[in-house]
């Protein structure tokens, strides 16, 4: 067995591109061998995934990674998918109450900002994302959308991706994703690792011994950052992979 049992990698920025451009098969085609190989003879990291995506998203990619036995966190800590019973388990601290929250704070969203061409991102079970085709835009409103959540009572905490408000329970993060994920498994923190490119990723990186980025990284999450790549998104990814076995 080598020095770590497990890779917790974010998606969007490092296995797929943030914008609408396809996936790179024949290189996520490299990970889905890596994850057999690491089933079968138990001398690797297994990959998993943690990311702000929907659940329907996380599960999909999971199993084309070829990922049949470790949990993957979804929507920012809200779910774990279990490939292994193909299970599903939300957040303890998330009931019917909170919910409805999220569905007050996306009607809310809409009456200030549909008009200016933000959309809420489909699938999300207790949290919201806002969409916008310019980041800038998606900058200038995120101040106020904080202070709106605020004004309402609503605990949601607002961050930013290249192209979406992501608008999360203060509890829940993928911090507390991973630590969900660790108990069940009984995986040692001490031998893990996770990759990362935004914010939300510094979740990923207090949690794991060793914490890697692309270099299309945010200047946080590099400084952050054990190990920081010179290749961008997959590319990054497969650059930390080898680094991590050569280690």
Same mark, same amino acid.
């Given at each position: 067995?080598?020095?770590y *049992?497990?890779l917790? +990698? *974010?998606? *969007?920025? +490092?296995?797929a591109? %943030? #914008?609408?451009?396809?996936?790179n098969?024949?290189?996520?085609?490299?990970i889905?061998?890596?994850n057999?190989?690491?089933?079968?003879?138990q001398?690797r990291?297994i990959?998993?995934l @943690?990311s702000g995506?929907p659940?329907? $998203?996380?599960?999909?990619? +999971?199993?084309v990674?070829?990922?049949?036995?470790?949990? @993957?966190?979804?929507?920012?800590?809200?779910w774990?998918y *279990?490939p292994?019973?193909n299970?599903?388990a939300?957040?303890?601290?998330?009931?019917?109450?909170?919910v409805?929250?999220?569905?007050?704070?996306?009607?809310?969203m809409?009456?200030?900002?549909?008009?200016?061409g933000v959309?809420?991102?489909?699938?999300?079970?207790?949290s919201?994302?806002?969409?916008?085709?310019d980041?800038?835009?998606? %900058?200038?409103?995120a101040?106020?959308?904080?202070?709106? $959540? /605020?004004?309402?009572g609503?605990?949601?905490?607002?961050?930013?991706?290249?192209?979406?408000?992501? @608008?999360?329970f203060?509890?829940?993060s993928k =911090?507390?994703g991973?630590?969900?994920?660790?108990?069940?498994?009984?995986?040692?923190?001490?031998r893990?690792?996770?990759?990362?490119?935004?914010s939300?990723d510094?979740g990923?990186?207090?949690?794991v011994? #060793?914490f890697? @980025?692309?270099?299309?990284a945010?200047?946080?999450?590099k400084? =952050?950052?054990? $190990?920081?790549?010179? /290749?961008?998104q997959?590319?990054?990814?497969?650059? $930390?992979?080898? /680094?991590?076995?050569?280690n």
């Open positions: 067995m080598g020095r *049992d497990l917790i +990698c *974010d998606i *969007d920025g +490092c296995l591109p %943030e #914008t609408s451009e396809p996936m098969i024949e290189k996520l085609s490299l889905a061998d890596h057999r190989l690491a089933t079968a003879r001398d990291p990959i998993t @943690c995506r659940i329907p $998203f996380v599960e999909t990619l +999971c199993r990674l070829q990922n049949t036995t470790v949990p @993957c966190v979804a929507e920012n800590g809200v774990l *279990d292994s019973n299970g599903y939300m957040d303890e601290s998330i009931g019917p109450d909170e409805k929250m999220v569905h007050a704070a996306e009607q809310r809409m009456e200030l900002y549909h008009e200016h959309r809420i991102q489909p699938g999300k079970s207790a919201l994302s806002l969409y916008h085709p980041p800038n835009y998606l %900058e200038s409103i101040p106020a959308v904080e202070k709106e $959540f /605020h004004s309402q609503w605990p949601l905490r607002v961050s930013l991706t290249l192209f979406y408000i992501n @608008c999360d203060s509890q829940i =911090a507390t991973i630590r969900r994920l660790l108990s069940q498994t009984g995986i040692d923190a001490h893990t690792a996770g990759i990362g490119d935004t939300s510094l990923i990186a207090e949690m011994e #060793t890697g @980025c692309p270099s299309n945010i200047a946080s999450v400084a =952050a950052a054990d $190990f920081i790549s010179e /290749h961008e997959i590319d990054g990814v497969l650059d $930390f992979i080898q /680094h991590l076995e050569s």
